[in-house]
């Protein structure tokens, strides 16, 4: 079995801890290797040697660091289908779905091939008499990445690119249940011409997340994961005065219209709720029709296509729309949250508790469930359930889907589906949640625009990639200047002599 370590300095490193992670395979629920857990001393090691190797880097021009992402983007086309392998082997997710969580972290590999024009500054002339000003982006030095499971490539990805583009050396701490594509991609970073030390890739839990809290040298955090340990975090690193950006979990509301085009709204919520067995942060989990006709109509052609999901292990030869869950931790919590759906009088419409797959029996597969009639006090409204479980909440006008996609403590991503563009552009403008689709189930914006959650589901006032993760990483210094008389206006133009 084998045993994962660190990434230090460009090189593999075992860990000198003793403590340990099992990685499971989550399609037979084996242990198929074991991850090193970093000691607070190894933190620190690893934040000393990159704060050293971060000298150099930011003092590269951002042109040369551009075409380390040039090349590092290309070694990730090349690799794409070795990477989707490792994402699909340690989280389950199907092969084409794990092409698509290395293919969006790709994609911001590629805005950051364009960090000199991002780092440009401003600048104005003659801001008074012969007065300039001008404003610089300058690296912070050392900062941390801390990523969830649930996307093992493109979240590492958007904190890994961001952060090195503009000058920076990282921490990154992936998520211990998958940690072997972010040692992958550190890998390819190094052959793109990243020089050692600049990513360090520490594997840990707890203990290797506070020491980097506690760093004096992290001057950023950059954190995707839960709620809790996002508040957490958020409140720790800001209390030793870095930076942080904290994205948390999700309940996203989808509504649907009487007017909706009802195929294909029973289309998109079928795979924004079950994708990925609905381990994504921007899955849709709440149902919320307009109007009693237009929730009948959508559980009548919901059921036919939940009923026909392929479920299954990523290396299935038949089409597969969803794997297992991470753990059986997971399982069992999804499981107890469908319990006390039944329990508190929710319409179990779809009943996915019996669901087992011969020959893998120990897996984490969980059947999919479809919740009608639910309510806003009932727990499997309450809680991000993470699982292959979508509710339904009836309302009976806009306003009431609206205010109660509003009231919603969650704020990370919501739809819209109708035919009248004066309803989606009042939803849009009036919403309180960060990400928007209108008649588009999982609206994560694409790379040059930003991607980040209102309420609970983000902390911080910067959201991740795009233009923001340039003003995230990097501080802006602003120099005004003025010149007094000068050579031009007498100076001695002979050879001068020494006195
Ligand atoms: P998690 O919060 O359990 O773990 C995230 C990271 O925090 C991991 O690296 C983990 O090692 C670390 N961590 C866990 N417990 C900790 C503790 N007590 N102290 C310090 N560090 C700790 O999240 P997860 O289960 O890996 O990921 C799923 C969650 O992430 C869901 O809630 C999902 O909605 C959310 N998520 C949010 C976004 C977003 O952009 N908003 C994106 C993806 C996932």
Known sequence: MSQIGHFIDGKHTAGTSGRSADIFNPATGEV?????????????????????????????????????MMAFGALINTHMDELA??????????????????QRGLEFVEVCMGAPHMLKGEYTNDGGPGIDLYSMRQPLGVVAGITPFNFPAMIPLWKMAGALACGNAMILKPSERVPSTAMRLAELLQEAGLPDGVLQVVNGDKEAVDALLDNETIQAVA???STPIAQYI?????????????????K?????????DMDKAADALVGAAYGAAGERCMAISVAVPVGEKTADTLIEKLVPRIEALKVGPYTSENDVDY????????????LGLVESGVKQGAELVVDGRDFSLQGYENGFFVG???????????????????????????????????????????????????????????????VNVGMVGINFPIPVPLSYHTFGGWKKSGFGDLNQYGPDAFRFYTRTK?????????????????????D
């Open 223 to 225: 954190f995707v994961g």
């Open 252 to 260: 996203n509301h989808m509504i649907v219209m009487p007017d909706a």
């Open 478 to 498: 602003t120099v005004t200047a003025r010149w007094f008389s000068g050579i031009k206006d007498g100076g001695e133009f002979a050879f001068k002599q020494m």
């Open 323 to 334: 794997g297992p869950v991470i753990t059986a931790a997971a399982k069992q919590r999804i």
């Open 368 to 430: 999919p469930h479809l919740f009608d009639r639910v309510t806003p006090d009932m727990d499997i409204y309450k809680e991000e359930i993470f699982g292959p479980v979508l509710t339904q909440v009836r309302t009976a006008s806009y306003e009431e889907a609206l205010k109660l996609t509003m009231d919603n403590p969650y704020g990370n991503g919501t739809a819209i589906y109708t035919a009248d563009g004066d309803t989606a552009r009042d939803f849009a403008h009036r």
């Open 85 to 102: 392998e490792l994402v699909a082997r340690e989280h389950g997710k199907t092969i084409p779905d794990a092409k698509g969580d290395v």
């Open 234 to 250: 958020y409140a720790r690193a800001t209390a030793t005065g870095k930076r942080a950006q904290c994205f948390g979990g999700a």
């Open 32 to 68: 198929q290797a074991s991850v090193t857990l970093a000691t607070k001393a190894e933190v620190d090691d690893a934040v000393a040697r990159a704060a050293e190797a971060q000298k150099e880097w930011g003092a590269t021009n951002p042109q040369r660091r551009a075409r380390v």
